[in-house]
């Protein structure tokens, strides 16, 4: 590329990017942040002030995923667009949503396993993954929420403490995080995403469904901009947390959920309701509520899972910080070089060298004297023998 061409390129680069994601993606730029911004709003008093006072920057975050799906920078577009949905109809025979495979790899090795993309004639990046990133997401919540909690207090006063750049930079990980998740969470609330039938019914089609790849943008983005408010949707969001399960069978039960309703949402598109101009008439009245009870089920689940996520980030920041303790106690001691870690049962394992028998026992007898330690590991710890 020459230098003349370059500006051009650039050009048509940053173009590329700006394009407002409702031209082609997911719920549409607006439906997505009326999802995060329900779900923001919705958090309870005792939900973490970092994301209490965040609301702006979760809706924006709202449609970063889609900001990232620039076909130019193909590593990144085709890695991670089958993150944003799951067709169930190629899967459902071997994932049972209360007990799903346990990571993304798991679940490849079982599309191998009953020859899904053969049966199908797909590619691995055809079937869908959004339970998983879903998952991910969660679990990297969970871990930035917790470290977030010792920044301050990391059980020692040995142990460092971070600083006001390091605090702000955690901070933002975690809205980051939270505001990102937020738009899986919402794509998966649109049966769209849920099904082989993302944008046109595909194969045996008795009652005469649109098969004029024009249903996905049709419903969620150019319906949704028309008719739904966040005022709308605000009141149907759950007014209580409820406390979720494991987030891969939260994830997994929310995308069958959703792939329930993939015939009723046809049915409201062969009957116009998603039409421009039916919008007052009793089909356009039932598509209007049906938009707004998915966006508000995604909303619910995903302010719930900040929640569980902030609840497990502080049971985990508990049993880091005992560790803390016992370590900082370790090395205020000079005991030797020994790492540290509580589980959730109480048991502490201490791993690492000790500078003597007598300070391996000591080191033992430190993690035994704190309170909550339930047993403790020690085969790991080496001495000079």
């Known amino acids: 590329m020459n230098a003349r061409s370059l500006p051009l390129a650039l050009a048509a680069l940053l173009a590329a990017i700006a394009l407002p994601p409702s031209a082609a993606h997911a719920w549409g730029g607006k439906g997505h942040e009326i999802a995060n911004r329900a779900a923001a709003e919705a958090l309870p008093d005792d939900a973490p002030a970092v994301l209490r006072r965040a609301t702006e920057r979760l809706v924006d975050l709202a449609n970063e995923p889609d900001r990232w799906r620039v076909r130019d920078l193909e590593a990144m577009n085709r890695g991670w667009a089958p993150d944003h949905y799951v067709d169930l109809e190629f899967v459902s025979e071997f994932v049972d949503p209360e007990a799903p495979p346990k990571n993304r790899?798991?679940?490849?090795?079982?599309?191998?396993e009953h020859d899904v993309l053969a049966k199908h004639e797909l590619r691995f990046d055809n079937v869908g993954y959004a339970p998983y990133r879903i998952a991910e997401l969660c679990g990297r919540l969970e871990t930035q929420l917790a470290r977030l909690a010792l920044l301050d207090d990391p059980g020692h006063p040995a142990l460092p403490r971070?600083?006001?750049?390091?605090?702000?930079?955690?901070?933002?990980?975690?809205?980051?995080?939270?505001?990102?998740?937020?738009?899986y969470v919402a794509d998966l609330a649109n049966p769209h995403h849920c099904t082989k039938h993302f944008n046109g019914w595909k194969g045996e089609n008795p009652k005469g469904y649109a098969t004029d790849n024009g249903t996905h943008s049709r419903f969620e983005s150019r319906f949704v901009e028309r008719v739904i408010e966040l005022d709308q949707v605000r009141p149907l969001v759950a007014a209580k947390v409820t406390p979720r399960g494991d987030y891969l069978v939260e994830a997994w039960r929310h995308a069958f959920a959703s792939n329930a309703l993939t015939t009723p949402l046809y049915d409201l598109d062969l009957a116009g309701a998603f039409t421009e101009g039916n919008e007052a008439t009793p089909a356009g009245a039932r598509g209007a509520r049906f938009a707004r009870e998915r966006l508000a089920a995604g909303a619910t689940l995903l302010r719930d899972l900040w929640m569980t996520a902030a609840a497990r980030a502080a049971e985990a920041a508990r049993w880091r910080r005992l560790a803390g303790r016992i370590q900082g106690t370790i090395t205020a001691e000079r005991l030797g070089d020994v790492f540290v870690r509580v589980g959730k049962d109480g048991t502490a394992t201490l791993r690492g060298e000790v500078v003597s028998p007598a300070a391996r026992d000591r080191a033992i007898a430190i993690a035994r004297e704190q309170d909550g330690i339930r047993r403790v590991r020690s085969r790991d710890l080496r001495t000079p023998w």
């Open 162 to 183: 971070a600083s006001d750049e390091v605090r702000r930079g955690v901070e933002e990980s975690v809205v980051f995080t939270a505001g990102v998740l937020g738009h």
């Open 105 to 112: 790899w798991e679940f490849i090795g079982l599309l191998v």
